[in-house]
């Protein structure tokens, strides 16, 4: 049984004798989060050491060792990797206070909550003055991205809600071609 995931591969040792393959890949680049390619050193030490928790096993890492030791320590938070529209918009149909007194384990850049407020104004969630729109609570309220709200709400304007929630299921999943293989 191989397990494959991102850069890396576990081989344990019997299972490589028998010729059994699995192949298992994660992506989340739908949801603008880098792949395991920019995993820190700690995440790879981690994911080498499951290569040997069904037998003795090898990790065998598909990059150069210069690579791993270039690394960071630590994988950089989501948070600080995604966009923080639908943190943001959450946040304000809570009436938690403004985003950057929130005491975030790891707070994200002042850029990229700026984004974050600049996309909320483009689908008319937020006024200038960063107050939700009605549009926006209902956003809000809906548990999908704030940019496939805004197109399920505008599907709902124009009577094609139905087409529209197909859609946004497909958009909202990650793409079954990278499933693993069963």
């Known amino acids: 049984l191989w397990d494959i995931a991102g850069k890396h591969f576990g081989v344990p040792v019997h299972q490589l004798l028998g010729g059994a393959v699995r192949d298992r890949i994660r992506v989340y680049a739908h949801w603008g989060i880098g792949s395991l390619s920019d995993e820190g050193q700690a995440a790879a030490r981690q994911r080498a050491g499951r290569c040997g928790r069904v037998a003795s096993g090898v990790a065998i890492r598909l990059y150069a060792e210069a690579d791993f030791a270039g690394r960071p320590e630590y994988q950089t938070p989501d948070i600080l ?22 005491p975030f384990l790891e707070a994200p850049t002042s850029r990229q909550v700026a984004d974050g407020y600049q996309q909320l104004f483009e689908l008319g969630a937020i006024q200038i003055d960063r107050r939700l729109t009605k549009l926006g609570r209902e956003l809000a309220r809906l548990p999908v991205d704030p940019r496939v709200g805004r197109m399920l709400a505008a599907a709902r304007e124009f009577d094609c809600l139905a087409e529209m929630v197909i859609l946004a299921a497909a958009l909202s999943i990650q793409d079954p071609r990278d499933r693993p293989r069963q």
Do not use: C, E, K, Q
């Not at 966009?83 to 206070?97: E, K, N, P, Q, T």
């Open 81 to 102: 990797r995604t966009s923080l529209a639908s943190v943001i918009l959450r946040m304000a149909a809570l009436d938690l206070g403004p985003v950057a007194d929130f």
